[in-house]
C-alpha cells in the first residue's frame, strides 16, 4: 500500500483547556511494499502520527492518501471498516485475551467478521505456523513467553491480510536477542506478503535495518535514510 500525507495537522485539547498542537503541517511518503522506521524522542507525535494513518484518529487538516484514496474525510463507519479491511497493528503491548488460547486470539478478527469457524481455525494455525508458534497454538498468553506473546500479535495482526503494518514499538517490552527475532519475522513477512511497513522504535539498530528512515521533531517527518 503506497501512503502519501500533505501538511498534515492534529492537536489536542489538554485538562485546562489549552490546545496542544502535536502534528504540525507533516509531510511522508511511502512506497508500496516497503518498509519505514519512524525515531524521535517520546511526545514529539510519532504514535499519533501512526494513529492517523492507521485511520484510529481524525486529522484536523491536510491530506492522507493511501493506495490514492483520499482518506481524510471518511466518516468514522467507513474509517473502521477501512482499517479492519487494510490495516494491521502491532503495539508495544501486545494486548492479547487473557481467557482465550494463542490460536483462538488469532482467530478473533475473522470471527467477529462472521467467516466459517472451522475456515477460520485452519488459517489461524497456518499463521501461527508461519511465526514458528504452531506447537504453543493452545497455550494461554500467560503461559507464553514476551517474544511468544508478541509472535501470536503478529499472527492476529495477519488476519485480515492487511496492506499495511502499522508497528509501535513492537519490540520495546523484549530483550535483544528476543527483539531481533520479532524483527526478522516482521522483515521476512514483509518480503513475503508485500505489505508496506511503517515502525516507531528507539532501538537504532532496528531502524537501520529498514529501508528508510525519519525522525519526527516539532510536529514533522525529516527524512535520514532513503532506500
Not at 215 to 223: C, Y
Amino acid at each position: 500500500m503506497q501512503i502519501q500525507v500533505s501538511n498534515l495537522h492534529k492537536s489536542y485539547i489538554d485538562g485546562e483547556g489549552l490546545k496542544l498542537h502535536i502534528l504540525r503541517g507533516l509531510n511522508f511518503e511511502a512506497k508500496s511494499g516497503s518498509t519505514v522506521a519512524i525515531v524521535g524522542t517520546s511526545g514529539t507525535g510519532k504514535s499519533t502520527f501512526l494513529h492517523t494513518i492507521g485511520m484510529l484518529e481524525a486529522i484536523d487538516e491536510g491530506k492522507l492518501y493511501l493506495d490514492g484514496s483520499d482518506l481524510a474525510n471518511l466518516t468514522r463507519d467507513q474509517a473502521a471498516q477501512f482499517r479492519n479491511e487494510k490495516v494491521g497493528f502491532i503495539f508495544q503491548f501486545h494486548q492479547l485475551l487473557q481467557d482465550f488460547t494463542a490460536l483462538e486470539n488469532v482467530m478473533i478478527p475473522q470471527l467477529i467478521q462472521g467467516k466459517n469457524t472451522g475456515i477460520v481455525q485452519k488459517y489461524a494455525f497456518e499463521l501461527l505456523e508461519k511465526v514458528g508458534l504452531s506447537e504453543r497454538a493452545g497455550h494461554k498468553p500467560t503461559q507464553l513467553s514476551g517474544g511468544e506473546q508478541q509472535r501470536v500479535a503478529i499472527a492476529r495482526a495477519l488476519a485480515m491480510e492487511p496492506e499495511l503494518f502499522l508497528a509501535d514499538e513492537p519490540t520495546g517490552n523484549l530483550d535483544q536477542e528476543t527483539g531481533e527475532q520479532v524483527m526478522e519475522i516482521l522483515l521476512r513477512l514483509n518480503r513475503e506478503n508485500k505489505t508496506t511497513l511503517v515502525m516507531i522504535t528507539h532501538n537504532t539498530n532496528l531502524a537501520s535495518a529498514m529501508q528508510y528512515q525519519h525522525r519526527m521533531e516539532n510536529g514533522q517527518l525529516h527524512l535520514l535514510k532513503n532506500g
